[in-house]
C-alpha cells in the first residue's frame, strides 16, 4: 500500500472513518453522519468534504470548496508572517550638512513612532576623521533621547559606527 504525503486537509474519500460530524456548505450543523452519505451530499453541491477538527470523535467535516478553503488558510499565513517590523537604516558621514541631518533625523522619528526599528550609521570615508565622525554622530544621537536604544553603545564596525533604535511602548 502506497500513502501519499498530505498537503492539507483530508478530502472526500481521504477521509476514512465511518463517521463524522457534519457541517453543511450552509454553516449548519447535521450531527453524525455517515462518511459516504456527506461525501455524496458534497457532490450533490458540487463541494468538497473537508476534515477540519480531526482531533475530535467523530472528526468534524464541512462541506466546502476546497481551494477556496485553501486560499484563505494560505491567506491567513502570509498575513500573520507579515507581523515582523522591518528595520530601516539611515546613513551619515561625517561631513554632512544641518539641513540633511535634520531631514534624516525627522525621518527616522517618523519610522520610530510608527514601531518601527531604526539604525543610524556614521560612515567615514577615505581620509576622513574618526573623531570628526564620532563627534558629529553624537551631536545626532541628541535627537533621539526620548527613545530606547537596543544597543548601550554605538558600535564601531571598521569605517562605521552603528546604533539601533526601538520605539517606546
Known amino acids: ?4 504525503k498530505s498537503k492539507g ?10 463517521e463524522v460530524q457534519l457541517i453543511d456548505h450552509k454553516g449548519e450543523n447535521r450531527g453524525i453522519v455517515k462518511t459516504e452519505e456527506a ?3 458534497a457532490k ?4 468538497d468534504l473537508v476534515e477540519v477538527g480531526a482531533t475530535a470523535n467523530p472528526p468534524v467535516c464541512k ?5 477556496k478553503y ?3 488558510q494560505r491567506k491567513k499565513s502570509r498575513k500573520s508572517n507579515n507581523k515582523t517590523k522591518e528595520q530601516k537604516e539611515f546613513r551619515f558621514s561625517p561631513v554632512i550638512e544641518e539641513g540633511d541631518i535634520d531631514h534624516r533625523v525627522k525621518r527616522a522619528k517618523e519610522y520610530l513612532d510608527k ?23 553624537a551631536e545626532i544621537l541628541t535627537n533621539f533621547n526620548d527613545y530606547s536604544s537596543i544597543e548601550a553603545e554605538p558600535k564601531r564596525e571598521g569605517n562605521r559606527i552603528s546604533i ?3 520605539a517606546n511602548g
Open 39 to 41: 461525501i455524496n451530499l
Open 70 to 72: 485553501l486560499y484563505e
Open 1 to 4: 500500500m502506497i500513502f501519499k
Open 115 to 137: 514601531g518601527h526599528p531604526v539604525k543610524l550609521v556614521m560612515q567615514k570615508k577615505g581620509r576622513q576623521s574618526m573623531d570628526l565622525a564620532k563627534e558629529v554622530f
Open 164 to 166: 539601533t533604535f526601538k
Open 63 to 67: 462541506i466546502m470548496d476546497l481551494s
Open 44 to 47: 450533490d453541491n458540487q463541494l
Open 9 to 18: 486537509p483530508r478530502v472526500n474519500q481521504e477521509i476514512r472513518v465511518p
